[in-house]
């Protein structure tokens, strides 16, 4: 079946630091991805996202780009803020619509 | 202003109680979800609804139950809570590809 696989946390950096979010994904088709966020205490909301390959998903400056060859869709930012400490979601829409969210990766910032 | 709201936000009970989650969404949204996330945040979907249709039901047992009296609300009714429920249960709607999720409530289950 359809799966979403992200690295495990917790990761942890340094404020200013470059990030990477790893994600792969087994799915049939062109599924649409998604990268959710989930701050303390709070749901799950949008950070971005890439409907089609070689598609760039950007937000809050985190990018992540449709790489279908690989079948990934890795988050990247160029420098992290304490206020970026959050769990973070890889996700895939199949093509029956079914929303698969990946396992989450825990991001701790130190300031 | 709230897209997705759920009451309660804290909710502790005592093993074998029935208890009740309400999801309102005033997005205008067809479809609503309901979620459970594990003290490791692993998010796993339970049940989806599309204009009041049950659509997605994964194996959850059948102490819980599902309720959509209208396309705006999606209520989780549970029976005969048990220690391993305890966990946060999020609703969530869509009309597309992006979900938009409530605030949670926690599920303390002693």
């Known amino acids: 079946g359809d799966s979403v696989t992200q690295m495990e946390g917790p990761v942890t950096l340094s404020e200013e630091a470059f990030l990477t979010i790893n994600c792969t994904y087994t799915?049939?088709?062109?599924?649409?991805l998604f990268w959710y966020v989930q701050y303390p205490g709070e749901g799950l909301q949008l950070l971005l996202k890439?409907?089609?390959?070689?598609d760039k998903g950007s937000n809050k400056g985190f990018e992540a780009t449709y790489r279908k060859e690989t079948t990934s869709f890795h988050l990247e930012k160029g420098s992290v803020q304490v206020s970026d400490s959050a769990v973070y979601f890889c996700a895939l829409m199949n093509r029956d619509d079914k929303i698969i969210f990946g396992k989450g990766t825990r991001l701790h910032i130190l300031p | 202003d709230t897209a997705v709201s759920q009451t309660p936000k804290y909710l502790v009970t005592q093993m074998g109680n029935d208890k009740s989650i309400k999801c309102e969404q005033n997005l205008g949204h067809d479809t609503m979800y309901w979620y459970k996330q594990d003290s490791k945040k692993f998010l796993k979907i339970m049940f989806s609804?599309?204009?009041?249709?049950?659509?997605i039901n994964e194996t959850v047992p059948n102490r819980f139950s599902p309720k959509s009296p209208d396309k705006a609300h999606l209520n989780l009714h549970i029976n005969s809570l048990e220690l391993g429920d305890s966990a946060v249960y999020f609703c969530?709607?869509?009309?597309?590809?992006?979900?938009?999720f409530g605030p949670g409530t926690r599920l303390t289950v002693l």
């Open positions: 609804y599309n204009n009041k249709e049950l659509i």
């Open positions: 799915a049939t088709g062109y599924p649409s």
């Open positions: 890439a409907t089609k390959a070689d």
């Open positions: 969530a709607s869509s009309r597309w590809d992006e979900q938009f």
